[in-house]
Nanobody
Framework: QLQLVESGGGLVQPGGSLRLSCTASGSSLDYFYIGWFRQAPGKEREGVSC????????MYSDSVKGRFTISRDNAKNTVYLQMNSLKPEDTAVYYCAAYAMFEYGSTCWVDFNYWGQGTPVTVSS
């Protein structure tokens, strides 16, 4: 059974950076698509970025494009979300999610069915 654990969240000033990690146990991530989502207080969950199992498909929401970078290190069974130029509106709990699928098609927004517990990110001065 795949388990996901997010880490790297915290308090950062506007304009700062954080790197989130999503580490898997119980199964190799080699054949999983991974997505990063966030949910701010009082708001719906939002897809932030995703990456296909081989890394050939990467997508970002318009709100983070150019500031966030997703990457994966299958040898470490970990997917990263590098967040730069952080804004107060990036404040949220960030979750990673996984879906087992061979790389196919043109989108990595799939029906994720494994979820981590989330890590909070607060951007404030």
């Amino acid at each position: 059974q795949l388990q996901l654990v997010e880490s790297g969240g915290g308090l950062v000033q506007p304009g700062g950076s954080l790197r989130l990690s999503c580490t898997a146990s119980g199964s190799s991530l080699d054949y999983f698509y991974i997505g990063w989502f966030r949910q701010a207080p009082g708001k719906e969950r939002e897809g932030v970025s995703c990456i296909s199992s081989r890394g050939g498909i990467i997508m970002y929401s318009d709100s983070v494009k150019g500031r966030f970078t997703i990457s994966r290190d299958n040898a470490k069974n970990t997917v990263y979300l590098q967040m730069n130029s952080l804004k107060p509106e990036d404040t949220a709990v960030y979750y990673c999610a996984a879906y087992a699928m061979f790389e196919y098609g043109s989108t990595c927004w799939v029906d994720f069915n494994y979820w981590g517990q989330g890590t909070p990110v607060t951007v404030s001065s």
